[in-house]
């Protein structure tokens, strides 16, 4: 089994930054470098929607068009530590974000295993 705990929400203003975390740990016969991860949102009253993944080495990532450039995935392997770096942030990018695990080194849209219990972010107008 992998534990993702994720850390660094909050209330921010309007063209804000936040930086996430998601600190993973666990037994489950791979490495943390193995994993492809992924952060995940939800809003209040929607579905759980896709927002970035991130390859097990780092080498390629993935964003939600409305995110790039705005968003930025990174890990440290050797922390077993995956961030979100959010910037200019909206009232619309309020929810709770979520950290996953794939069980492939592979980055993609879906297919996650492992989920952590998510973390608040308000974004105040």
């Known amino acids: 089994q992998v534990q993702l705990v994720e850390s660094g929400g909050g209330l921010v203003q309007a063209g804000g930054s936040l930086r996430l975390s998601c600190a993973a740990s666990?037994?489950?016969?791979?490495?943390?470098?193995?994993?492809?991860m992924g952060w995940f949102r939800q809003a209040p009253g929607k579905e759980r929607k896709f927002v970035a993944a991130i390859s097990g080495s780092g080498g390629t990532t993935y964003y939600t068009d409305s995110m790039k450039g705005r968003f930025t995935i990174s890990r440290d392997n050797a922390k077993n530590t995956v961030y979100l770096q959010m910037n200019s942030l909206k009232p619309e990018d309020t929810a709770v974000y979520y950290c996953a695990a794939r069980r492939t080194v592979v980055a993609a849209t879906d297919g996650y295993s492992y989920w952590g219990q998510g973390t608040q972010v308000t974004v105040s107008s």
């Open positions: 666990g037994r489950s016969g791979g490495t943390f470098s193995g994993r492809a």
